[in-house]
T-cell receptor
Framework: NAGVMQNPRHLVRRRGQEARLRCSPM?????VYWYRQLPEEGLKFMVY????????ESGMPKERFSAEFPKEGPSILRIQQVVRGDSAAYFCASSPQSGEYGEQYFGPGTRLTVT | AQTVTQSQPEMSVQEAETVTLSCTYDTSESDYYLFWYKQPPSRQMILVIR??????QNATENRFSVNFQKAAKSFSLKISDSQLGDAAMYFC?????????????FGKGTHLIIQP
């Protein structure tokens, strides 16, 4: 059973470009979470999605950031018009639909560098 | 809102010795979960141990155990017989368990160094 997949692992964007980060949850998992880790910091929750629904986006910046988890395909975290402050590691985690609380399995992360 | 505080930015221990990492948290919820995650240089987040707040018994996973003091809102991690492979960042995290699976709230982490 493959783990949570994220791609790309490294992404370099110039200021003003768009960044698209992809997350494929573990097989059978229908809950996806996105987290951001700034240098020397812990992970910060951004958004929680189920298939075709955003459940909690309380940690998402109000502008330029969006997330989706379509019926088919991976979850996408999209950052428009990136700025240097968006440089960070972005982690995706998934959990099963009927699993106990806390069973979040993390992907390897995408390191975004904005130049 | 939940907050998690790790007051030790860095800890060092001799191989085979025991080390304790501190964590305190603040929540107004009565039902929640607590976790310790390990992040080695590969940056992969690995679950080390979890504790349900309603359980009084401290969780144990092989060489890893916790000291959960609910009244004091303290959740420390003890690593026995430290090994070189234990070197990593360790993050304490909490999760409110009401109303649907919520995001985790992480502390800033403790960098654990293992001296050979």
């Amino acid at each position: 059973n493959a783990g949570v997949m994220q791609n790309p692992r490294h992404l370099v964007r110039r200021r003003g470009q768009e960044a698209r980060l992809r997350c494929s949850p573990m097989k059978g998992h229908s809950h996806v979470y996105w987290y951001r880790q700034l240098p020397e910091e812990g992970l910060k929750f951004m958004v929680y999605l189920q298939k075709e629904n955003i459940i909690d986006e309380s940690g998402m910046p109000k502008e330029r950031f969006s997330a989706e988890f379509p019926k088919e395909g991976p979850s996408i975290l999209r950052i428009q018009q990136v700025v240097r402050g968006d440089s960070a590691a972005y982690f995706c985690a998934s959990s099963p639909q009927s699993g106990e609380y806390g069973e979040q399995y993390f992907g390897p992360g995408t390191r975004l560098t904005v130049t | 809102a939940q907050t998690v505080t790790q007051s030790q930015p860095e800890m060092s221990v001799q191989e085979a010795e025991t080390v304790t990492l501190s964590c305190t948290y603040d929540t107004s919820e009565s039902d929640y979960y607590l976790f310790w995650y390990k992040q080695p240089p590969s940056r992969q987040m690995i679950l080390v141990i979890r504790q349900e707040a309603y359980k009084q018994q401290n969780a144990t996973e092989n060489r890893f155990s916790v000291n959960f003091q609910k009244a004091a809102k303290s959740f420390s991690l003890k690593i026995s017989d430290s090994q070189l492979g234990d070197a990593a960042m360790y993050f304490c995290a909490s999760q409110y368990s009401g109303g649907g699976a919520d995001g985790l709230t992480f502390g800033k982490g403790t960098h654990l160094i293992i001296q050979p």
